[in-house]
């Protein structure tokens, strides 16, 4: 049991870290009133321009802001589409995510003769750090050192929107504007700018999220490594009730669900059995959710409330 849960731990937070910083997005963007369908392919874009600047400049700070830049850049794009060209949301997210998993594809093949994995011996990635007397801390201490510099950063930029929402001017236009769109103008709050900041802010979080695959969490890109996380980072805003920790507690839910999937796999489990698991836990997720927003569900719940 210890063994599997020092296992488990570590495993947690690297699986939870791209899903958080991608949920943190998606919430901005869902407060402005937009759900963020592109998250998928922000996060693909970003992990690959991370990996790609970090070798050829050999500095993997350089990597990690050619990913944020490109990660708030595609958002720009899909924010420019659905704001000033009043697309429809879903059409413009999916096609955002096309365009991430065939651009990068594209981009692979003509600079570097690959379709499925650039990889490089000599990309440089995102240093771990060592916290000091952390390992004196029965398994706790274990579970949480020895982590990339992203990790850690996913854990401040949590109290980062956390306050950015609940205790800024901005974050109040932000509700505002997400809750109801006339009361917004009707108070002098620019709606479109909000919005627009929100999809940036999106972007930004993506970024780091999808710098972390391929600078952080491996050292090289593949073909749609962003496997589902945008999409997982979605059901965790739902799931997490549109709040900061919320979202924090479920992306880690999920990051939990694909540590088990790994360990059993190196049990001898069938893998496609078990990497289904994240996969099956989201959708589980989302019919809860969907449940307890039912007209049925809640009205059930208020006379449960009034006999008691």
């Known amino acids: 049991m210890i063994a599997a849960l020092k296992y488990l731990l570590p495993a947690t937070f690297h699986a939870a870290t791209p899903i958080l910083y991608a949920a943190l997005g998606g919430l901005l963007t869902e407060l402005a009133g937009y759900i963020n369908i592109g998250l998928e392919g922000t996060l693909l874009t970003s992990a ?4 790609v600047v970090s070798t050829l400049v050999g500095n993997p700070w350089v990597g990690l802001m050619a990913g944020v830049a490109s990660g708030m ?5 899909l924010a420019t589409v ?20 065939g651009g ?12 499925g994995v650039y990889r490089s011996p000599d990309t440089p990635v995102v240093p771990s750090l060592d916290l000091p007397f952390v390992d004196q801390v029965p398994l706790l ?11 850690y950063l996913s854990w401040l930029a949590v109290g980062a929107v956390a306050f950015l929402i609940y205790r800024t001017t901005w974050g109040l236009h932000l509700r505002v504007t997400g809750e109801s ?16 900041q929100a999809f940036l802010l999106s972007g930004l979080l993506a970024g780091l999220g999808g710098s972390y695959l391929s600078l952080g969490l491996t050292q090289f890109f593949m073909r749609g490594m962003s496997a589902g996380r945008g999409f997982i980072a979605l059901a965790a805003v739902y799931f997490g ?6 979202a924090t507690l479920a992306s880690l839910l999920f990051g939990f669900a694909g540590g088990v999937a790994n360990y059993f796999q190196t049990m001898g489990l069938p893998s496609q059995l078990l990497e289904m698991t994240p996969y099956v836990l989201t ?11 039912s007209p049925k569900y809640r009205k059930s719940e208020k006379e449960t409330t009034k006999s008691l």
């Open 48 to 51: 690959f321009f991370a990996v």
């Open 73 to 77: 850049l595609i958002s720009l794009l």
């Open 82 to 101: 659905l704001l000033k060209l009043r697309a429809n949301v879903v059409i413009a997210g999916f096609a955002t995510n096309l365009l991430a998993t």
């Open 104 to 115: 990068t594809v594209f981009l692979m093949a003509i600079w570097f003769g690959e379709e």
């Open 141 to 151: 201490g274990a579970a949480i050192n020895h982590h990339n510099l992203l990790v």
């Open 181 to 196: 769109e006339a009361t917004a103008v009707s108070t002098g709050v620019n709606v479109s700018k909000v919005r627009l």
């Open 241 to 246: 009730g549109f709040n900061p920790l919320g």
């Open 283 to 293: 959708i589980a997720a989302l019919l809860i959710y969907s449940i307890r927003r």
